[in-house]
């Protein structure tokens, strides 16, 4: 797992000095808790909330951490509150919150819900220090990258506590305005799927031309692997790193210009603009539900 080789023991033992509550348990939640727990975080710092039987159990016995079915008292010791429902249920989930430990509210509020906006937070728990994060799947291997938004009543402290608990599932990008997460959602939120679209369309063009699927696979998950580790090793630019690839009448140049006609940056340019208009449209019908 990625975990292993991303220690962050100065980051992590700072950690170890409150407690954090999850409202929710699915795979992302359980992906920033792995992380936290390989990071040496004390097990009995962290409480997760999940209504699942299954779920709980495969917490509780693959990170050791503390579970419950619903809020109650205990999520009043938290500081830090990881909200990682689906969006459809945080008012729900809110409401029951408050119910049952409204003093919860004055922990600072971590949200990786999609389209669940920082007022309706403020609104619906009753708190004051909202963050919200776009983290992606990547995260369930420890490579995941967030992009985050604090609103006004963070200080400094507050998102530092933030990025901590998020950097260990990944990396963080912080953008100082909440509108941006619709494009950071665009750009990474969606990323990985367009990733695996162009792995399947090399692996299945490898196919037609020869190759056994095994071998495309290989081949292709490879290539993609490796060019984005060059990438991030490399002072260069992904367009000059194209470039140097590219030699004038060779192979990939010839391929180039096939999407070069085909408009393939425009369609793709496009496709971003959907997903980031599609985000702020379910922002929108989530707060008018609400």
């Avoid at 579970?67 to 509150?81: F, G, H, K, S, Y």
């Avoid at 909440?178 to 939120?189: I, K, N, P, W, Y």
């Amino acid at each position: 797992m990625g975990w292993a080789r991303r220690g962050r023991p100065a980051i992590m033992q700072a950690m170890n000095d409150f407690v954090m509550a999850f409202i929710g348990g699915g795979n992302m939640a359980g992906a920033i808790v792995g992380g936290l727990r390989h990071a040496g975080v004390d097990a009995r710092r962290l409480l997760v909330v999940e209504p699942q039987q299954a779920r709980r159990d495969f917490l509780q016995q693959q990170f050791g951490v503390r579970v419950q079915p619903e809020p109650d008292a205990p999520l009043e010791a938290a500081e830090l509150l990881v909200w990682a429902v689906k969006p459809q249920q945080f008012a729900e989930a809110a409401r029951a919150l408050r119910a049952r430990a409204a003093g919860a509210a004055r922990a600072l509020q971590l949200s990786i819900m999609a389209g669940v906006r920082c007022a309706a937070i403020e609104r619906l728990v009753g708190a004051s220090q909202v963050v919200r994060a776009m983290p992606n799947t990547p995260a369930l291997v420890g490579r995941g990258v967030s992009g985050v938004y604090a609103n006004p009543a963070c200080g400094e402290g507050a998102r530092a506590r933030a990025e901590q608990v998020l950097r260990a599932a990944g990396s963080v990008v912080w953008v100082e305005q909440e509108a941006a997460l619709d494009a950071v959602t665009a750009v990474s939120g969606s990323g990985p799927a367009y990733v695996f679209y162009l792995m399947e369309m090399m692996i299945a063009g490898g196919v037609e031309l020869g190759l056994s699927e095994a071998v495309a696979h290989r081949l292709a998950l490879a290539t993609v692997g490796g060019a984005a580790a060059l990438a991030e090793a490399s002072p260069l630019s992904p367009a000059r790193l194209r470039e140097q690839v590219t030699s004038q009448g060779g192979t990939t140049a010839a391929a180039l210009q096939v999407l070069g006609a085909r408009d393939v940056a425009g369609a793709f340019a496009e496709a971003l603009r959907a997903a980031a208009r599609r985000s702020a449209d379910l922002a929108d019908a989530l707060e008018r539900d609400s």
